[in-house]
């Protein structure tokens, strides 16, 4: 065999060795756990007094409705909104002529009642009319009587006057419309008596934290920098049919400031319930809304716990708890986004 040949299959057998010595061999690396910086606070429950934020309108304790007793064709509106008023000014009145005929309907069959009554009694001296007749006659007379009192008293409230002096607040039916007895026309308040209000609307828990007596400052953008000192006179014990929301009303302290109804306010109302809650920054809680939420706590300072919470009140820059962070020691304010249950981290001190 020639030499050169020799050589070709050595280095052939050669070749295919450490191919094979290549095939059996594992390469065994170790990828590095990452940690990621987050930063903590320590985690202690608190006894605070909430605050409830909330809005509403303004308005007075006398709002009145006013109508009219009886039905027909109105005939004059003599105001219109924001109109002032004076106690006693005449602000609508109905067409007359029906009404009229039945005062004079039931006025004629009154006198025709006493005269058949004092022809009867007449008689019934004589003993030519009987005792029944005597007193059919009687009672005749007098349900006539009640009937004129009636038309009469109905006539009196075809018109609508003012109660007090205040203002117009809406108008709510026209000249030539035909109107139901109770039906409103004109909505009236008193505000130059100063009695204002603010009815704002409140969640249940919120609900549930206020006191009648509570304490509250008022302010409008109508009036910027005006702080209004105010107190809750009433809560509703029921939620509002449109809004769904609880009525509470807050008695606003004098001021000289010239209020109208229907202005929007805002409200700082300071409760005297007290609560003991886990008072945790905004930015820690994660895919929460006013009932529930999640937040990234921890125990060792190595590991990341998605935790579960129950949210008992969100305020501008701090949030609530109501529960679920029962056994935690600390909770990650910084770095949330970037973790998952049981991630490692490393706190930046």
């Known amino acids: ?108 069959a009154s006198e025709k009642s006493k005269r058949d009554f004092a022809r009867v009694e007449n008689l019934y001296r004589d003993s030519v009319a009987t005792l029944e007749q005597f007193q059919n006659a009687k009672t005749g007379m007098e349900v006539a009587q009640n009937q004129f009192d009636a038309v009469s008293f109905n006539r009196s409230y075809a018109e609508i006057r003012a109660l007090s002096n205040g203002y117009v607040l809406k108008k709510l039916a026209s000249e030539g419309q035909v109107i139901q007895p109770g039906t409103t026309v004109l909505q009236t308040n008193g505000a130059s008596q100063n009695l204002w209000k603010l009815r704002v609307g409140v969640s249940d828990r919120e609900w549930s934290l206020i006191s009648i007596g509570d304490k509250a400052t008022v ?23 449109v809004s769904g929301a609880f009525t509470v009303e807050l008695t606003l302290e004098k001021t000289k400031a010239s209020l109208a109804s229907g202005l929007f306010g805002k409200a700082t109302i300071h409760t005297s319930s007290t609560q003991t809650v886990w008072n945790i920054p905004y930015e820690a809680l994660l895919d929460g809304n006013a009932q529930s939420g999640y937040v990234f706590t921890t125990n060792d300072s190595k590991t990341a716990i998605k935790t579960s919470v129950i949210v008992g009140m969100i305020n501008r820059d701090r949030i609530l708890i109501n529960s679920g962070l029962e056994g935690a020691k600390f909770i990650i304010v910084s770095g949330s986004a970037y973790l998952r249950d049981s991630s490692a981290i490393t706190v930046i001190k």
């Open 219 to 241: 302010t409008t953008d109508a009036f910027p920098g005006l702080l209004i000192n105010a107190n809750v006179s009433s809560k509703a014990e029921g939620t509002d049919g």
């Open 1 to 108: 065999m020639k030499p050169s040949i020799l050589i070709l299959i050595l280095s052939a057998a050669w070749i295919a060795q450490s191919c094979n010595n290549s095939e059996g061999k594992t390469e065994t690396t170790t990828t590095p756990v990452e940690e990621i910086p987050v930063n903590v606070l320590p985690l202690e429950k608190q006894d605070i007094k909430p605050i409830v934020n909330t809005s509403g309108l303004f308005t007075t304790d006398d709002e009145t409705n006013l109508a009219f007793k009886v039905g027909g064709i109105i005939s004059n509106v003599y105001v219109k909104e924001g109109d002032a008023i004076r106690k006693g000014q005449l602000l609508a009145a109905l067409n007359l002529t029906e009404i009229e005929a039945q005062v004079s309907q039931a006025k004629l």
